[in-house]
Every structure is written in structure tokens, then in C-alpha cells.
């Protein structure tokens, strides 16, 4: 994995951004969050918080989002990546 850019040490952009490309696989599905919690087990107010900036969930509940998706959480993560 690349290193993070000087302005973001924390990662919190870069987990930022994957947020947001799950919040697109999932509306690529035409899934409400509501949907996403169902498939995935992750609780609706965790996917809403999130997807509104409101909390940074931990990587396993990203990657419980990502399997729901049948997205894999690398290809989230090489996406995010072309853009630093």
C-alpha cells in the first residue's frame, strides 16, 4: 500500500473515501442503507453515521459492507489509492 499523503497521517480521508465508494456500490444496487444492514449484519445507524461523516467504522465492519456488496475491500482500496 502507498503511504498516506502528509495532510491526512491519521488515514481518516482515505478511510473517508472508502466509505463513500461502498455508499456508491450500494446505490449502483439501488439498495437503501436499510437494505446494506440486512445483507451485511451491520447495524443501520453504523452504515448511516458513516456514510454521512458522522463515524469512522473499523475495517472489519468495511469489509462486512464489502462482502454484502460482493465488492472485495482491496479493489475499494486500490481505487482510493489511484487518486493520492
Same mark, same amino acid.
Given at each position: 500500500?502507498?503511504?498516506?499523503?502528509?495532510?491526512?497521517?491519521?488515514?481518516?480521508?482515505?478511510?473517508?473515501? +472508502?466509505?463513500? *465508494?461502498?455508499?456508491?456500490? $450500494?446505490?449502483?444496487?439501488?439498495?437503501? /442503507?436499510?437494505?446494506?444492514? @440486512? %445483507?451485511?449484519?451491520?447495524?443501520?445507524?453504523?452504515?448511516?453515521?458513516?456514510?454521512?461523516?458522522?463515524?469512522?467504522?473499523? +475495517?472489519?465492519? *468495511?469489509?462486512?459492507?464489502? $462482502?454484502?456488496?460482493?465488492?472485495?475491500? /482491496?479493489?475499494?482500496?486500490? @481505487? %482510493?489509492?489511484?487518486?493520492?
Amino acid at each position: 500500500m502507498s503511504a498516506l499523503p502528509e495532510d491526512d497521517p491519521d488515514g481518516l480521508r482515505y478511510v473517508a473515501r +472508502v466509505i463513500e *465508494l461502498i455508499g456508491e456500490q $450500494r446505490e449502483k444496487r439501488g439498495w437503501s /442503507s436499510l437494505k446494506l444492514s @440486512e %445483507v451485511s449484519g451491520v447495524h443501520h445507524s453504523v452504515i448511516s453515521r458513516a456514510e454521512n461523516g458522522e463515524r469512522i467504522p473499523g +475495517v472489519p465492519v *468495511l469489509v462486512r459492507l464489502c $462482502r454484502a456488496l460482493d465488492v472485495r475491500f /482491496s479493489d475499494l482500496c486500490r @481505487e %482510493v489509492e489511484k487518486s493520492w
